[in-house]
């Protein structure tokens, strides 16, 4: 079960938009996400190289946690809203929960729900 002060690190690291930080600080070596119904991707390092991935195609965005962060024992739910600025020009607002499940301090299971129409860049 995390601690709330480990809960508050990840909610600030995610905010200052260093998500690939974050995966690598927060996340077990083996841990799994999974977008919606989407297949799992598993290991820390794949989703490190997503996130970098992303983040190479924005100018700039936004990482918002809208409170309050719920918590049940090893089980916590965030909800964020990201706003994206590509480098194309386009923008993009995306809303979701995420669901996850830890591990001591680290996040071991994450699944994000979200309408899949947001990720259409405008």
Request: charged share 30%; hydrophobic share 35%; proline share 5%.
């Amino acid at each position: 079960m995390p601690s709330q002060e480990t809960l508050e690190r990840f909610v600030a690291r995610v905010e200052s938009n260093a998500h690939d930080k974050a995966v690598e600080e927060f996340y077990t070596e083996d841990s799994s996400m999974q977008e919606n119904l989407g297949p799992p991707r598993v290991g820390r390092d794949k989703h490190i190289a997503a996130e970098k991935q992303i983040l190479g195609m924005v100018k700039s965005m936004t990482s918002t946690c809208v409170r309050p962060v719920f918590t049940n024992g090893d089980h916590v739910v965030i909800r964020w809203i990201f706003n994206f600025e590509f480098l194309n020009g386009t923008a993009m607002r995306m809303e979701e929960l995420a669901y996850q499940r830890w591990e001591g301090e680290r996040i071991a299971e994450e699944t994000f729900f979200y309408d899949p129409a947001q990720r259409v860049p405008k």
